[in-house]
């Protein structure tokens, strides 16, 4: 099981209510990847889901290849200095020591191997014909989205199925993208709701759920770097699950999600599924009418 019912790690909602928000702030180069207990668990789960699933979780466009190679090396770096003792450099690769778990160094997929050394997605985002397109991607925990229809695609039609984005948001982007700094990575953070606990929530959405399902709560810890060769943005997501139950162990984290759903806009409530969870929803906050 991969939620933890343990108090929850993250709660965005608590100082990010809003859905629709940039939210960056500076993120000091060491923290970029966090030490991850659950790593073992992660690749297994990236093992299993490339197996499923192969090009649907794992793309690398032809003109990506320089900047997959360059993502390996510098994570590599990372990993060994910023965490000494939790990853070693031995004769036959990197080791998770921890675990004793022997990751895979070599090969012609630098961007799938990499990712199995971390339990975040990676992505690489590159400069084509003047605006910045996903051009490679190792995705085994997506939140609804499918890779099959966003590999090579700018950010606009990536993001173009949220509800005020290109109005509001994309403008904002588009600049970020542009002076973002290697020596400078940012952190943001996303959070939604879901039925059941699946790492990888893709695939067709329910009209809605019964009263008696599970929900979960689904945090995201989103970071981007860019690399300081190739020019590419790395954006990396870890994904957090935890019972709904979890939050109400924390003062004010469920009245807090419960006034955020209630003051999302409708367009951007049914893009998150708040309507198609509401009578879920309800044993959690038995008031909830929405």
Known sequence: MF?????????????????????????????????????????????????????????????????????????????????????????SGLLFTPHQLALPVTGAEPLWNCSLWVADDLLLLQEVEGCYRLTAASLCSPGDWRLEDKIGQPLGAIHQPVPGFERTLLPGVERFFRHLRSEHPVLRWNWSLQAGDALNARGPRSQHVAAETPLFYRCERQCLKRLPVTGAVVFSIRIYLHPLEALQRVAGAMPALFEAIATTPPALASYKGFDRLALALRKYAPEYTR
């Open 3 to 91: 939620p933890d019912s343990s108090l929850p790690r993250y709660l965005p909602h608590l100082r990010q209510p809003q859905i629709l928000a940039m939210g960056l702030r500076p993120l000091d180069d060491d923290l970029w990847i966090e030490t991850d207990e659950l790593l073992p668990r992660f690749y297994a789960h990236k093992l299993r889901q490339r197996q499923l699933l192969g090009e649907r979780c794992y793309q690398a466009l032809p003109h990506a290849a320089d900047a997959a190679g360059e993502l390996a090396g510098t994570l590599r770096t990372h990993l060994l200095y910023e965490q000494p003792g939790v990853f070693e450099d031995t004769a």
